[in-house]
């Protein structure tokens, strides 16, 4: 097998560092810097693991010497790890112990927005550790919060809204009691109306899609004794969303959206004021959406969503044939 072109630049980078000309300081930066590029743009999982090995070591050479730099290059390691595709419990827990260790010296020596990233950072790993029981979300929500104090609205937006947007996801995967499943979603809901308080159409498209369109999804699956003006309240949510969303600039996100839209036309009735007259209407609308997202998935080789999306027509087929046999 041949090397490939990072091998040999990591190789090159190794030697150059290893030459007498730089202090010990530069070294250790330019190590950093470098496995930072390797994180930035990694195009296989080799290149992630290329990042991990530069920032390891970055680490060793700092001793206790260059405590920051230490602490960054603990970062570093956690953010290649944790951004390593399908990183098993293994390796999130190991990015889980790195940002713990970094935290305190960045707490002293580091910008409250470097330490605010660091906790952000800890939050989605403690979030992606919970289904293996290794961690708990309130841990992952306390995260996000300590996060916040520093990535406000005003100064942060972009951190802010997808901050948001986390915890509410946190609170949705929240195990509770049947009847306290109301009050999950209603957090979670009430976390992404919070964000688009502060997060708008005009300066933040892109964010603003992404509360729209979970907001639009929270509201759907909320267990209420009004889910009909639940779900007109989604279908707004899904509106918003489509103002940004496009088959031209985000097919995926666009695909996205109108399949989360039609789902709510499937149980919607054409007029919320009169129930009994069924929802014909809503259904072949639901219908044409799960037709373009489903051509969407499939041409962009997104097959588990394609497939998600052939069954709800499935349902949907069925349902229509039952409305014309009565």
């Given at each position: 097998m041949t090397s490939s072109i990072t091998d040999s630049a990591v190789k090159a980078a190794i030697a150059a560092i290893s030459s007498e000309s730089a202090t010990t300081e530069e070294k250790i930066q330019m190590l950093i810097e470098m496995a930072q590029g390797f994180q930035k743009k990694p195009k296989t999982s080799q290149d992630l693991r290329n990042a991990v090995g530069l920032f390891y070591r970055a680490y060793q050479m700092c001793g206790e010497d260059y405590l920051l730099l230490k602490a960054r290059a603990k970062v570093g390691m956690a953010g290649s790890l944790q951004m390593i595709p399908d990183a098993d419990s293994q390796l999130l827990q190991q990015a889980k112990t790195d940002y713990e260790e970094a935290l305190p010296i960045l707490q002293q020596f580091a910008t409250a927005a470097e330490v605010a990233e660091t906790q952000m950072n800890l939050g989605l790993v403690l979030q992606s550790l919970v289904p293996y029981n290794l961690a708990r979300i309130t841990d992952s929500i306390h995260a996000y919060?300590?996060?916040?104090?520093?990535?406000?609205?005003?100064?942060?937006?972009?951190?802010?809204?997808?901050?948001?947007?986390?915890?509410?996801?946190?609170?949705?995967?929240?195990?509770?009691?049947?009847?306290?499943?109301?009050?999950?979603?209603?957090?979670?809901?009430?976390?992404?109306?919070?964000?688009?308080?502060?997060?708008?159409?005009?300066?933040?498209?892109?964010?603003?899609?992404?509360?729209?369109?979970?907001?639009?999804?929270?509201?759907?699956?909320?267990?209420?004794?009004?889910?009909?003006?639940?779900?007109?309240?989604?279908?707004?949510?899904?509106?918003?969303?489509?103002?940004?969303?496009?088959?031209?600039?985000?097919?995926?996100?666009?695909?996205?959206?109108?399949?989360?839209?039609?789902?709510?036309?499937?149980?919607?009735?054409?007029?919320?004021?009169?129930?009994?007259?069924?929802?014909?209407?809503?259904?072949?609308?639901?219908?044409?959406?799960?037709?373009?997202?489903?051509?969407?998935?499939?041409?962009?080789?997104?097959?588990?969503?394609?497939?998600?999306?052939?069954?709800?027509?499935?349902?949907?087929?069925?349902?229509?044939?039952?409305?014309?046999?009565?």
């Amino acid at each position: 097998m041949t090397s490939s072109i990072t091998d040999s630049a990591v190789k090159a980078a190794i030697a150059a560092i290893s030459s007498e000309s730089a202090t010990t300081e530069e070294k250790i930066q330019m190590l950093i810097e470098m496995a930072q590029g390797f994180q930035k743009k990694p195009k296989t999982s080799q290149d992630l693991r290329n990042a991990v090995g530069l920032f390891y070591r970055a680490y060793q050479m700092c001793g206790e010497d260059y405590l920051l730099l230490k602490a960054r290059a603990k970062v570093g390691m956690a953010g290649s790890l944790q951004m390593i595709p399908d990183a098993d419990s293994q390796l999130l827990q190991q990015a889980k112990t790195d940002y713990e260790e970094a935290l305190p010296i960045l707490q002293q020596f580091a910008t409250a927005a470097e330490v605010a990233e660091t906790q952000m950072n800890l939050g989605l790993v403690l979030q992606s550790l919970v289904p293996y029981n290794l961690a708990r979300i309130t841990d992952s929500i306390h995260a996000y919060h300590e996060a916040l104090r520093v990535f406000t609205w005003e100064d942060y937006p972009q951190e802010y809204a997808i901050l948001y947007n986390n915890i509410a996801i946190a609170y949705l995967s929240m195990p509770m009691a049947s009847e306290r499943e109301y009050l999950r979603q209603a957090l979670a809901v009430q976390s992404f109306e919070t964000a688009l308080q502060h997060i708008n159409l005009i300066e933040h498209p892109k964010e603003y899609a992404m509360l729209q369109n979970n907001l639009g999804n929270a509201l759907q699956y909320l267990v209420s004794s009004h889910p009909v003006d639940n779900n007109l309240r989604a279908i707004l949510a899904y509106n918003e969303a489509l103002k940004v969303r496009n088959l031209q600039n985000t097919p995926l996100e666009y695909a996205n959206t109108i399949s989360n839209k039609a789902n709510v036309l499937f149980n919607l009735p054409d007029n919320p004021e009169k129930p009994e007259l069924g929802n014909q209407k809503n259904l072949l609308q639901a219908e044409e959406y799960y037709q373009e997202a489903w051509r969407i998935f499939t041409e962009h080789k997104q097959l588990e969503r394609a497939e998600i999306v052939a069954k709800a027509l499935q349902d949907l087929a069925a349902e229509i044939e039952a409305l014309a046999l009565n």
